[in-house]
């Protein structure tokens, strides 16, 4: 059974510039969440789709968005780049709520 | 906000002795836990979870222990080894009321390092 396929797995922007990352949940899966990590404020929650429906929202600005299709894969934007969001990008997929199996995450970085 | 913490950043063990690594959490609300190990350059691994309808759980090599009264959980990894040196963080969550996931709350990671 394939895994969580975080795509792509490095990144290097500029600031003032967007990224989009994608996400591949497990088969079967419904329910993706995505959280940021850095070594500063550890692994933080992003937000939470269901059923393509944003349950969730963790404490980001609004320069930080996403949606989920109808095949459950799950992307996430972030707009107007800062250099505070490099970051390594983590998305989960779980079982309604239960078994988070994460991806290797995308590495941002803002120059 | 309610957050999920560890008590230590570091913990140091001699390989083959057991290793127990603590976590405590605020949210009374949450009914789900996960201990994580992530390696560097990876993303978390799930090692063993628990609900809270449960006081243990054991798997292989490792047991997860949960007391509610004092909102305290701990991972237990037996006759440690040098493949367990990582990063461990426990993670909680709870059900909202749709029935959805809330997202998991992480505490920030013990770095468990295996002496020779």
């Known amino acids: 059974k394939a895994g969580v396929t975080q795509t792509p797995r490095y990144l290097i922007k500029t600031r003032g510039q967007q990224v989009t990352l994608s996400c591949s949940p497990i088969?079967?899966?419904?329910?993706v969440s995505w959280y940021q990590q850095t070594p500063g404020q550890g692994l933080q929650f992003l937000f939470e789709y269901f059923s393509e429906t944003q349950r969730n929202k963790g404490n980001f600005p609004g320069r930080f968005s996403g949606r989920q299709f109808s095949n459950s894969r799950s992307e996430m934007n972030v707009s107007t780049l800062e250099l505070g969001d490099s970051a390594l990008y983590l998305c989960a997929s779980s079982f309604v709520g239960y078994g988070y199996t994460f991806g290797s995450g995308t590495r941002l970085t803002v120059v | 906000g309610e957050s999920v913490g560890l008590h230590l950043p570091t913990l140091s063990v001699q390989e083959g002795d057991n290793s127990i690594i603590n976590c405590a959490y605020s949210n009374s609300a949450s009914d789900y836990f996960i201990w994580y190990k992530q390696e560097s350059g990876k993303g978390p691994q799930f090692i063993i979870d628990?609900?809270?309808?449960?006081d243990k759980r054991q798997g292989q090599r490792v047991t997860v222990l949960l007391n509610k009264t004092v909102k305290h959980l701990s991972l237990q990894i037996a006759a440690t080894q040098p493949g367990d040196s990582a990063v461990y963080f426990c993670a909680e969550t709870g059900e909202d009321s749709g029935g959805g996931a809330d997202g998991l709350t992480f505490g920030k990671g013990t770095h468990l390092i295996i002496q020779p």
């Open positions: 628990i609900r809270s309808n449960m």
């Open positions: 088969s079967g899966h419904r329910s």
